[in-house]
Protein backbone atom coordinates (compact mmCIF):
# COMPACT_ATOMS: atom_id res chain seq x y z
CA UNK A 1 0.00 0.00 0.00
CA UNK A 2 1.22 3.18 -1.07
CA UNK A 3 2.32 5.82 1.29
CA UNK A 4 1.87 8.75 -1.05
CA UNK A 5 -0.32 11.60 -0.24
CA UNK A 6 -2.14 13.86 -2.44
CA UNK A 7 -1.28 16.99 -0.79
CA UNK A 8 -3.90 19.67 -1.42
CA UNK A 9 -2.19 22.02 -4.00
CA UNK A 10 -2.07 26.06 -2.38
CA UNK A 11 -4.50 27.92 -3.92
CA UNK A 12 -3.68 31.46 -4.23
CA UNK A 13 -5.14 33.43 -1.10
CA UNK A 14 -8.87 34.52 -1.47
CA UNK A 15 -8.54 37.80 -2.81
CA UNK A 16 -10.13 40.20 0.06
CA UNK A 17 -11.70 43.43 -1.39
CA UNK A 18 -11.04 45.80 1.79
CA UNK A 19 -11.67 48.32 2.79
CA UNK A 20 -14.67 51.16 1.83
CA UNK A 21 -11.97 54.65 1.03
CA UNK A 22 -10.23 56.13 3.42
CA UNK A 23 -12.44 59.05 3.87
CA UNK A 24 -16.14 57.59 3.99
CA UNK A 25 -16.02 56.42 7.28
CA UNK A 26 -13.78 55.61 10.09
CA UNK A 27 -12.46 52.24 9.50
CA UNK A 28 -13.30 49.08 11.92
CA UNK A 29 -10.75 47.79 14.10
CA UNK A 30 -11.10 44.67 11.81
CA UNK A 31 -10.75 46.71 8.82
CA UNK A 32 -7.68 48.20 10.08
CA UNK A 33 -6.40 45.12 10.96
CA UNK A 34 -6.28 43.39 7.61
CA UNK A 35 -5.63 46.95 5.48
CA UNK A 36 -2.44 47.38 7.42
CA UNK A 37 -1.04 44.56 7.09
CA UNK A 38 -1.04 44.79 2.99
CA UNK A 39 0.57 48.30 3.56
CA UNK A 40 2.97 46.79 5.93
CA UNK A 41 4.12 44.26 3.61
CA UNK A 42 4.85 47.08 1.60
CA UNK A 43 6.38 49.01 4.07
CA UNK A 44 10.06 47.83 3.36
CA UNK A 45 12.08 49.29 0.75
CA UNK A 46 13.73 45.87 -0.09
CA UNK A 47 10.22 44.35 0.00
CA UNK A 48 8.79 47.24 -2.79
CA UNK A 49 11.42 46.70 -4.85
CA UNK A 50 10.79 43.19 -5.34
CA UNK A 51 7.41 43.83 -5.47
CA UNK A 52 7.77 46.37 -8.50
CA UNK A 53 10.09 43.59 -9.81
CA UNK A 54 7.60 41.02 -9.79
CA UNK A 55 4.85 43.29 -11.21
CA UNK A 56 6.87 44.98 -13.86
CA UNK A 57 8.54 41.55 -14.90
CA UNK A 58 7.05 39.97 -18.37
CA UNK A 59 3.80 38.27 -17.54
CA UNK A 60 3.19 40.09 -14.61
CA UNK A 61 5.06 37.23 -12.93
CA UNK A 62 8.63 36.26 -11.71
CA UNK A 63 10.59 33.74 -9.83
CA UNK A 64 13.36 34.08 -7.43
CA UNK A 65 15.80 33.52 -10.65
CA UNK A 66 14.30 36.47 -12.23
CA UNK A 67 14.95 38.84 -9.53
CA UNK A 68 18.48 38.61 -7.64
CA UNK A 69 19.05 42.57 -9.25
CA UNK A 70 18.20 44.50 -5.29
CA UNK A 71 21.57 43.52 -3.42
CA UNK A 72 20.31 41.10 -1.60
CA UNK A 73 20.53 37.04 -1.22
CA UNK A 74 18.44 34.56 -2.68
CA UNK A 75 16.83 33.33 0.28
CA UNK A 76 16.23 36.76 1.65
CA UNK A 77 14.79 37.50 -1.28
CA UNK A 78 12.57 34.68 -1.53
CA UNK A 79 11.91 35.48 2.53
CA UNK A 80 10.39 38.59 1.65
CA UNK A 81 8.14 37.26 -1.34
CA UNK A 82 6.72 34.78 1.00
CA UNK A 83 6.08 37.62 2.91
CA UNK A 84 4.20 39.46 0.00
CA UNK A 85 2.37 35.99 -0.29
CA UNK A 86 1.16 35.99 3.40
CA UNK A 87 0.01 39.53 3.12
CA UNK A 88 -2.30 38.37 0.07
CA UNK A 89 -0.63 40.73 -2.53
CA UNK A 90 1.54 38.06 -4.21
CA UNK A 91 0.41 34.33 -5.42
CA UNK A 92 2.49 31.83 -5.86
CA UNK A 93 2.82 28.53 -8.30
CA UNK A 94 5.28 25.81 -8.67
CA UNK A 95 6.81 24.89 -11.86
CA UNK A 96 9.50 22.57 -11.90
CA UNK A 97 12.32 23.78 -9.97
CA UNK A 98 10.90 26.75 -9.50
CA UNK A 99 7.96 28.89 -7.58
CA UNK A 100 6.60 31.28 -9.76
CA UNK A 101 5.28 34.99 -8.10
CA UNK A 102 2.44 36.59 -9.53
CA UNK A 103 1.03 39.84 -8.41
CA UNK A 104 -3.28 39.22 -7.05
CA UNK A 105 -4.80 42.46 -9.04
CA UNK A 106 -7.98 42.13 -7.21
CA UNK A 107 -6.44 43.01 -3.45
CA UNK A 108 -4.27 45.57 -5.19
CA UNK A 109 -6.86 47.09 -6.97
CA UNK A 110 -8.60 47.53 -3.66
CA UNK A 111 -6.12 48.78 -1.85
CA UNK A 112 -5.34 51.56 -4.61
CA UNK A 113 -9.53 52.28 -4.22
CA UNK A 114 -8.51 52.30 -0.93
CA UNK A 115 -6.40 55.21 -1.22
CA UNK A 116 -7.93 57.07 -4.36
CA UNK A 117 -10.76 57.61 -2.44
CA UNK A 118 -9.22 60.37 -0.45
CA UNK A 119 -8.72 62.35 -2.56
CA UNK A 120 -11.88 63.77 -2.71
CA UNK A 121 -11.22 64.69 1.34
CA UNK A 122 -10.22 68.40 0.58
CA UNK B 1 11.26 93.30 27.45
CA UNK B 2 9.26 90.20 26.16
CA UNK B 3 10.55 86.94 26.11
CA UNK B 4 7.92 86.32 23.47
CA UNK B 5 9.30 84.98 20.38
CA UNK B 6 7.47 83.92 17.11
CA UNK B 7 7.89 79.86 16.51
CA UNK B 8 8.08 79.99 12.92
CA UNK B 9 4.67 78.00 11.34
CA UNK B 10 5.03 74.38 10.43
CA UNK B 11 4.49 74.49 6.64
CA UNK B 12 2.86 71.66 5.59
CA UNK B 13 5.50 68.56 3.80
CA UNK B 14 5.97 69.33 0.33
CA UNK B 15 4.02 66.31 -1.58
CA UNK B 16 6.37 64.47 -3.60
CA UNK B 17 5.02 62.84 -6.41
CA UNK B 18 6.47 59.43 -5.92
CA UNK B 19 6.80 56.85 -7.92
CA UNK B 20 6.23 55.20 -11.16
CA UNK B 21 3.11 52.52 -10.93
CA UNK B 22 5.10 49.36 -9.97
CA UNK B 23 4.26 47.40 -13.02
CA UNK B 24 6.11 50.11 -15.49
CA UNK B 25 9.46 48.72 -14.32
CA UNK B 26 11.28 48.07 -11.48
CA UNK B 27 11.64 50.63 -8.82
CA UNK B 28 15.06 52.17 -7.72
CA UNK B 29 16.35 52.29 -4.56
CA UNK B 30 15.84 55.91 -4.02
CA UNK B 31 12.12 55.57 -5.29
CA UNK B 32 11.77 52.77 -2.65
CA UNK B 33 12.89 54.43 0.24
CA UNK B 34 10.23 57.30 -0.28
CA UNK B 35 7.27 55.31 -0.78
CA UNK B 36 8.48 52.32 1.30
CA UNK B 37 8.11 55.28 4.11
CA UNK B 38 4.62 56.28 3.46
CA UNK B 39 3.43 52.89 3.32
CA UNK B 40 4.68 51.60 6.26
CA UNK B 41 3.00 54.16 8.22
CA UNK B 42 -0.30 52.65 7.47
CA UNK B 43 1.18 49.86 8.03
CA UNK B 44 -0.15 49.80 11.47
CA UNK B 45 -3.64 49.16 12.71
CA UNK B 46 -4.15 52.05 15.19
CA UNK B 47 -2.51 54.54 12.60
CA UNK B 48 -4.54 53.37 10.10
CA UNK B 49 -7.95 53.59 12.03
CA UNK B 50 -6.80 57.40 13.11
CA UNK B 51 -5.46 58.45 9.45
CA UNK B 52 -9.16 57.22 8.23
CA UNK B 53 -10.80 59.28 11.05
CA UNK B 54 -8.75 62.51 10.07
CA UNK B 55 -9.84 61.68 6.24
CA UNK B 56 -13.50 60.78 6.86
CA UNK B 57 -13.99 63.73 9.86
CA UNK B 58 -16.17 66.95 8.50
CA UNK B 59 -13.92 68.80 6.04
CA UNK B 60 -11.51 66.24 5.63
CA UNK B 61 -9.47 67.36 9.03
CA UNK B 62 -9.37 66.85 12.85
CA UNK B 63 -7.91 67.45 16.03
CA UNK B 64 -6.48 65.25 18.48
CA UNK B 65 -10.24 66.05 20.62
CA UNK B 66 -12.45 64.97 17.51
CA UNK B 67 -10.72 61.54 18.04
CA UNK B 68 -10.87 59.71 20.88
CA UNK B 69 -12.76 56.53 19.75
CA UNK B 70 -9.77 54.20 18.91
CA UNK B 71 -9.26 52.70 22.11
CA UNK B 72 -6.15 54.42 22.69
CA UNK B 73 -4.86 57.19 25.08
CA UNK B 74 -4.82 61.35 23.33
CA UNK B 75 -0.64 60.98 23.69
CA UNK B 76 -0.95 58.02 21.51
CA UNK B 77 -3.21 59.44 19.15
CA UNK B 78 -0.55 62.54 19.03
CA UNK B 79 2.31 60.46 18.51
CA UNK B 80 0.59 58.40 15.96
CA UNK B 81 -0.45 61.51 13.68
CA UNK B 82 2.87 62.39 14.49
CA UNK B 83 4.01 59.52 12.45
CA UNK B 84 1.94 60.20 9.89
CA UNK B 85 2.91 63.72 9.52
CA UNK B 86 6.64 62.66 9.20
CA UNK B 87 5.39 60.57 6.52
CA UNK B 88 4.05 62.80 4.66
CA UNK B 89 0.55 61.95 4.65
CA UNK B 90 -0.88 64.38 7.34
CA UNK B 91 -0.25 68.26 7.15
CA UNK B 92 -1.04 70.07 10.34
CA UNK B 93 -1.95 73.72 11.53
CA UNK B 94 -2.09 74.87 14.60
CA UNK B 95 -5.48 77.06 15.93
CA UNK B 96 -5.35 78.25 19.24
CA UNK B 97 -4.95 75.49 21.90
CA UNK B 98 -5.45 72.82 19.36
CA UNK B 99 -3.49 71.47 16.28
CA UNK B 100 -5.37 70.37 13.09
CA UNK B 101 -4.26 67.54 10.89
CA UNK B 102 -5.72 67.33 7.39
CA UNK B 103 -4.97 64.30 4.74
CA UNK B 104 -2.40 65.75 2.15
CA UNK B 105 -4.33 65.11 -1.34
CA UNK B 106 -1.81 64.87 -3.44
CA UNK B 107 0.58 62.11 -1.76
CA UNK B 108 -2.11 60.08 -1.37
CA UNK B 109 -3.24 60.52 -4.91
CA UNK B 110 0.18 59.25 -5.83
CA UNK B 111 0.06 56.21 -3.63
CA UNK B 112 -3.27 54.95 -5.32
CA UNK B 113 -1.76 55.79 -8.71
CA UNK B 114 1.28 53.31 -8.11
CA UNK B 115 -1.34 50.79 -7.12
CA UNK B 116 -4.16 51.11 -9.22
CA UNK B 117 -1.19 50.72 -12.10
CA UNK B 118 -0.80 47.22 -11.22
CA UNK B 119 -4.22 46.17 -12.61
CA UNK B 120 -2.65 45.98 -15.51
CA UNK B 121 0.27 43.38 -14.80
CA UNK B 122 -1.82 40.28 -15.29
Known amino acids: MSHTEV ?6 Q ?13 M ?3 EAEIAAKMFKALGDPVRLRLF ?3 ASHEGGEACVCDISD ?4 QPTVSHHLKKLKDAGLLSSERRGT ?4 RVE ?7 GALLAGTEKAT
Open 7 to 12: LPLLEP
Open 14 to 26: AAVPCCPPLNERP
Open 28 to 30: SAG
Open 52 to 54: SAV
Open 70 to 73: VGVS
Open 98 to 101: WVYY
Open 105 to 111: PAVLAAM
